[in-house]
C-alpha cells in the first residue's frame, strides 16, 4: 500500500513563499509520474503541478506557471512544491497523487492518478 504524506503548508501574507513537501512510502517511487492538485472551499479538486517518473519533464496550470516549481528527489521518496510571489486565490487545501502507470510522461487529469495524500493547508492572506 502507497502511502503519501504531505507537508509545508500554513499561513503566509501575499507574495510570499512555501515549500510544500510530499514523502511517499514504497520502493518504487522513483518509477511513477507525480502531480500536485489543490481544492479550494466550494470548488472542484484541480490540477497545479506534475513531474514525470525521472524529473526531466513537468507540467503546470497556467496559474502555477512562473510561480510554482515541481520538483523530485528519488533518492529521499519525496516530491517538492515550491511556490513564490502566493496571492490569496492560492488558498486551498493542496494534495499530491501518483500517477497510474510505470515510467509514464507528466500527467493532469485527476482520474490518472490513483494515490493521494491526506492534503495540507495553505492559506494566502491579502
Known amino acids: 500500500q502507497v502511502q503519501l504524506v504531505e507537508s509545508g503548508g500554513g499561513l503566509v501574507q501575499a507574495g510570499g513563499s512555501l515549500r510544500l513537501s510530499c514523502a511517499a512510502s514504497?520502493?518504487?517511487?522513483?518509477?511513477?509520474?507525480m502531480g500536485w492538485f489543490r481544492q479550494a472551499p466550494g470548488k472542484e479538486r484541480e490540477f497545479v503541478a506534475a513531474?514525470?517518473?525521472?524529473?526531466?519533464?513537468?507540467s503546470y496550470a497556467n496559474s502555477a506557471k512562473d510561480r510554482f516549481t515541481i520538483s523530485r528527489d528519488n533518492a529521499k521518496n519525496t516530491v517538492y512544491l515550491q511556490m513564490n510571489s502566493l496571492k490569496p486565490e492560492d488558498t486551498a487545501v493542496y494534495y499530491c497523487?501518483?500517477?497510474?502507470?510505470?515510467?509514464?510522461?507528466?500527467?493532469?487529469?485527476?482520474?490518472?492518478?490513483?494515490?493521494w495524500g491526506q492534503g495540507t493547508q495553505v492559506t494566502v492572506s491579502s
Open positions: 497523487a501518483r500517477s497510474k502507470g510505470l515510467r509514464i510522461g507528466v500527467r493532469t487529469l485527476k482520474y490518472e492518478y490513483d494515490y
Open positions: 514504497g520502493r518504487t517511487f522513483s518509477s511513477y509520474s
Open positions: 513531474i514525470n517518473w525521472s524529473g526531466s519533464s513537468t
